[in-house]
């Protein structure tokens, strides 16, 4: 074989090698690597704002502030001071009751269903309602255009243990034609009341403040009636057993007479709308001389006058 042809078999042994080679160690480099350059969007989570608006929203009036009113959890009594805004919108309400008296505002408060409710409302929401309409009516506007509503509910929007603005204000038009059938259930409810009285028993010389579930009701009614029917007048009478003279008796009844008032106007009643009265010994309801007819004469009896 002569060298020209030795050297092309080289050259064709060469490149078969080489191709060999290549297909088995670099076949892979040749592949081609695909990357997702798709851009990834990352969630972000939505922060809720952390303050529910005062809303007055009516025919005629339209007001909003992100500021409220505010309670502490398990209480009813209101926060104080009131910031400005909702002062303003307060104030504007005002005015806009005064120039249309048919308008009337319910006022429903709200509790969550793990608070506890202290108070002698039969719910901690009506509590509430009852103590933003006694607010209102101390910055001048007219109890008589509000009415009261209390709802339990899961959750509300708090700070801390403060809850934010638990009320909503609904405006609707007084109808005069539904006057007489107000009338009559009202008084029906004062029927009601007077005929199974709300009765506060004491003990010698002492005073009571925790009401059972029954008399806790009772209240609720009075609180009811004196809202709706504003010339109503409550009338406590303390009594008294008859140990010790007369007259020690007579004051003693009058102390568990004013000390009913007292009670009473914690609990959502104007004090100025109680009168007080004693009887001391002189109307007896049990037997003097056991102890178990001494404890039922010492009592107030509280009713609608």
Not at 33 to 46: A, G, H, L, Q, R
Not at 112 to 130: I, V, Y
Not at 270 to 279: M, N, V
Request: a neutral charge; charged letters at 25%.
């Amino acid at each position: 074989m002569s060298k020209k042809a030795l050297y092309l078999l080289g050259i064709a042994i060469t490149i078969i090698l080489g191709t060999f080679l290549y297909l088995k160690f670099c076949c892979n480099c040749s592949e081609k690597i695909t990357t997702d350059d798709t851009p990834k969007t990352v969630s972000t989570p939505v922060q809720e704002p952390n303050f529910v608006p005062f809303v007055l929203n009516g025919p005629g009036i339209e007001y909003q502030t992100h500021d409220n009113l505010k309670f502490l959890k398990n209480s009813a009594t209101l926060i104080i001071p009131v910031s400005d805004s909702v002062i303003n919108g307060i104030q504007k309400l005002k005015t806009f009751l005064v120039s249309n008296p048919q308008q009337k505002v319910t006022i429903t408060g709200y509790a969550t269903s793990d608070e506890t409710n202290s108070t002698t409302f039969e719910n901690l929401g009506l509590a509430r309602a009852n103590e933003v309409k006694n607010y209102f009516v101390s910055e001048g506007l007219s109890e008589k255009q509000f009415s009261t509503k209390g709802e339990i509910i899961d959750k509300w929007k708090m700070t801390a243990d403060t809850l934010l603005g638990p009320a909503n204000y609904a405006f609707d038009t007084i109808d005069s034609t539904s006057t007489s059938a107000a009338t009559d259930e009202w008084t029906a409810l004062k029927d009601k009341i007077n005929a199974d009285p709300l009765i506060l028993h004491f003990n010698t010389n002492q005073s009571k403040e925790t009401l059972t579930t029954l008399e806790k009701q009772k209240v609720a009614d009075i609180v009811k009636y004196t809202e709706h029917v504003k010339e109503a007048v409550v009338l406590a009478v303390g009594h008294s057993d008859n140990v010790g003279n007369r007259d020690s008796n007579i004051v003693l009844g009058q102390k568990r007479a004013v000390f009913s008032k007292n009670y009473l106007s914690k609990n959502g009643i104007d004090a100025t709308r109680i009168e007080t009265q004693s009887k001391g010994p002189d109307e007896p309801i049990g037997d003097n001389n056991t102890s178990e007819g001494k404890a039922s004469n010492r009592r107030t009896v509280i009713t609608i006058k």
